[in-house]
């Protein structure tokens, strides 16, 4: 079992940017792939980028593709999800996950495939 503990959420203007930080728990931390999910007031938990356990991999939503970039480093048990352009529909708490094993290709999106949740950290964007 691994403790997810997000950081790095704030209120920003839309065009700014902001880094979210994920921090776990273990000593295993490079046997998960991790998610980014957000969940906006009112709406069900949307997929916003994974990346597998060896890093190789990588997946984003298309609505955050080219302005959002997740990384990890395994050796500091913490993943990244650095956030730029930001606009007001990327308004939502943000949650890390974990998964045990690399979702399939048809599964990297779903959050049945994530095995542990951290808390959500809010990022509030602005004109």
């Known amino acids: 079992q691994v403790q997810l503990v997000e950081s790095g959420g704030g209120l920003v203007q839309a065009g700014d940017s902001l880094r979210l930080s994920c921090a776990a728990s273990?000593?295993?931390?490079?046997?998960?792939?991790m998610g980014w999910f957000r969940q906006a007031s009112g709406k069900e938990r949307e997929f916003v980028a994974a990346?597998?356990?060896?890093?190789?991999?990588?997946r984003y939503a298309y609505s955050v593709k080219g302005r959002f970039t997740v990384s990890r480093d395994n050796v500091k048990n913490t993943v990244y999800l650095q956030m730029d352009s930001l606009k007001l529909e990327d308004t939502a708490v943000y949650y890390c996950?974990?998964?045990?094993?690399?979702?399939?290709?048809?599964?990297?999106?779903?959050?049945?495939?994530?095995?542990?949740w951290g808390q959500g950290t809010q990022v509030t964007v602005s004109t």
């Open positions: 996950a974990a998964a045990r094993r690399d979702p399939s290709i048809g599964s990297y999106f779903s959050p049945s495939e994530y095995d542990y």
């Open positions: 273990g000593r295993t931390f490079g046997r998960y792939a």
């Open positions: 990346i597998s356990r060896s890093g190789l991999t990588i």
